[in-house]
C-alpha cells in the first residue's frame, strides 16, 4: 500500500517508536495523567509534528488497544478452530495469552486501566472485541465439559476463573523474569484444571498431548 500523501519513508517507524514511548508514559503515569506536551518532550516533537503522526491522544490509546487484542483475537480463532482436544487448545490459548502479556506489559498494563477514556465507536469496538474474546474461552470450557473432560459447573464463572488468573499476571511479572510464558501457563493450567476436571480425566497427561501436538504440527 502506497504511503499516504505527505509521509516521508520514516513516517511509520517514527509513528511506531511514539506509541511505544505512550504506551510505557501512560503505563507510569496514567493516560488521563499525561499531557500532548509531555508526549512530545519524550518523542522530541513540537506539538504540530507530534499530531501529524498521531492524530490525536485518543488514537494513541487505541493504537495501544489494538496492538493487545489484533494478535491475540487473531491467535485465539485460529486455536479455536483447530481439530483437537478442547482442554489442549485452552493450554494453547493460555500460553499465547501469557506471552501476549508477557510481552508488552507496558500495553497491558494501559488495556487493563485506561480503556474507560475511549469513547464512543472506540470503546464500542474494544468491548467488541474483548467479548469476542471471553466468547472463545467460554465456548472451549463449554466443550470440554460436554465432553466429559471436565465436570458441569456454570461455563461463565469457569471463564472468569480462567482469566482472572492470567489477566492479573501483567501487575507482578517481568519481561525478563524468572518465569516464562510456557512455565506459568503449565502452572496456571495444572492448577485450574485439577479444579474443573472429572475424576477420570487425565490432567497429568496434558503436557504429553501437548508435547504430541507441537511435533505434529511442527512436522
Known sequence: MPRPPGHGP???IKRQEIIDQAAALFAKHGYAATGIAELGQVAGLA?????????????LLVEIQDRVLGPLLTAARQIAALDEDPVLRLRLLSE??????????DHIWVYEHDYRHLRGANRARLLRQRREFEK???????????????????????MLQFLNLHNHTYQWAH?????DAEFLS??????????????????????????????????
Open 10 to 12: 520514516g513516517y511509520e
Open 47 to 59: 506539538k504540530g509534528a507530534l499530531y501529524y503522526y498521531i492524530g490525536s491522544k485518543e488514537n
Open 96 to 105: 499465547t495469552l501469557l506471552g501476549n502479556i508477557l510481552a508488552r506489559l
Open 136 to 158: 472463545i474461552v467460554l465456548d472451549l470450557l463449554a466443550e470440554a465439559m460436554e465432553s466429559g473432560a471436565f465436570r458441569r459447573l456454570d461455563p461463565r464463572l469457569a
Open 175 to 179: 519481561r525478563d523474569g524468572q518465569w
Open 186 to 219: 503449565r502452572e496456571y493450567c495444572a492448577t485450574l484444571f485439577s479444579g474443573f476436571c472429572n475424576s477420570g480425566y487425565d490432567v497429568a497427561g496434558l503436557e504429553k498431548r501437548l508435547a504430541d501436538y507441537r511435533d505434529r504440527s511442527s512436522a
